[in-house]
C-alpha cells in the first residue's frame, strides 16, 4: 500500500508535455474530460461544479476561453492543442514538468508563443522544467542550466550562459558551432566544428567538475 501511494504521489508531482499535441490527446474525449480526468483520479474535486470551475481556470491560465470545454481535439489547432496539454499537466499543481520536445511539431510562428506561456506559468507556479529540445537558441531562451547529451550520455553539464559562452568538451562546441546567425556575411564565414568521438580511454571517463557547476565527461587526465 505505501509503495502505491508513493507511485500516485509521484505521478501528481511530475507531470508531462508531450511532443505530439496531436496524438497526445484522446480524440473521442471533450477538452473538459481530459483537463478533468487528473482532477477525477488523484480526488482533486468532489463535485461536477468544482470540477468545471477548475478547468475554466486552468484554461484562463493557458490563454483559452472556458467554451472550448466542450469541444473536441480535432476542433484545434496544433497551437490550442498544446495549450490543452499544458493544462492537463498543470491540473494536479505538479512541482516538476518534463517537456518532450513539446515545440518541435508546432508551427515556427506558435513555438514562440508556447514557450513564453511555459516561462510565464514556470514563474506564476514556481516550476521545475525538464526542457527536452534540439532547437539549441530555443533551449539557451528557456532553460537555467543546461546539459548536452550525445549517444546517451551526458557530456556536459553548466549553468546556460557558461555553457553557451564557454563549451568545454567537443561535443558541444561542434554543436554550438551549427547554430545560425542573423547576419549573412557571419553566417557565411563561419566555420561549423565537426566532431569526431575519441574511443580512448572509455572506461575512465566520467562527468567530472572541470570548473565549478560546469561539469564534463572526460577521464581523470581532463582529456575528452
Known amino acids: 500500500i505505501r ?9 501528481q508531482t511530475v507531470q508531462m508535455i508531450f511532443q505530439d499535441p496531436y496524438a497526445s490527446l484522446n480524440p473521442k474525449m471533450t477538452v473538459m474530460d481530459i483537463i478533468g480526468e487528473s482532477l477525477d483520479i488523484f480526488n482533486l474535486v468532489s463535485s461536477k461544479e468544482e ?6 481556470e486552468l484554461l484562463e ?4 476561453d472556458f467554451s472550448y470545454a466542450d469541444r473536441y481535439p480535432h476542433e484545434f489547432s496544433g497551437g490550442q492543442r498544446q495549450r490543452i496539454g499544458i493544462a492537463r499537466a498543470l491540473s494536479v499543481d505538479p ?3 518534463v517537456c518532450d520536445e513539446p515545440i518541435s511539431a508546432l508551427d515556427v ?6 514557450v513564453n506561456l511555459l516561462k510565464e506559468l514556470q514563474k506564476k507556479k514556481k516550476l521545475t522544467y525538464l526542457f527536452i529540445a534540439h532547437d ?10 543546461i546539459g548536452v547529451m550525445y549517444r546517451g550520455k551526458l557530456v556536459e553539464l553548466a549553468d546556460a550562459d557558461q555553457l553557451y559562452d564557454h563549451p568545454l568538451h567537443p561535443y558541444t562546441k561542434s554543436l554550438l558551432s551549427t547554430i545560425p546567425q542573423a547576419d549573412p556575411l557571419i553566417e557565411k564565414s563561419k566555420e561549423r566544428i565537426i566532431y569526431t568521438l575519441n574511443f580512448e580511454n572509455e572506461k575512465n571517463k566520467k562527468l567530472r567538475e572541470i570548473e565549478p557547476d560546469h561539469f564534463v565527461y572526460c577521464d581523470d587526465k581532463f582529456n575528452f
Not at 510562428?109 to 508556447?114: F, L, P, R, T
Open 61 to 64: 491560465l493557458v490563454g483559452l
Open 3 to 11: 509503495k502505491k501511494k508513493e507511485i500516485i504521489n509521484f505521478r
Open 95 to 97: 512541482k516538476f514538468i
Open 136 to 145: 539549441l537558441s530555443m533551449v539557451k531562451y528557456i532553460s537555467h542550466r
Open 51 to 56: 470540477k468545471r470551475s477548475r478547468v475554466a
Open 109 to 114: 510562428s506558435i513555438q514562440a508563443q508556447i
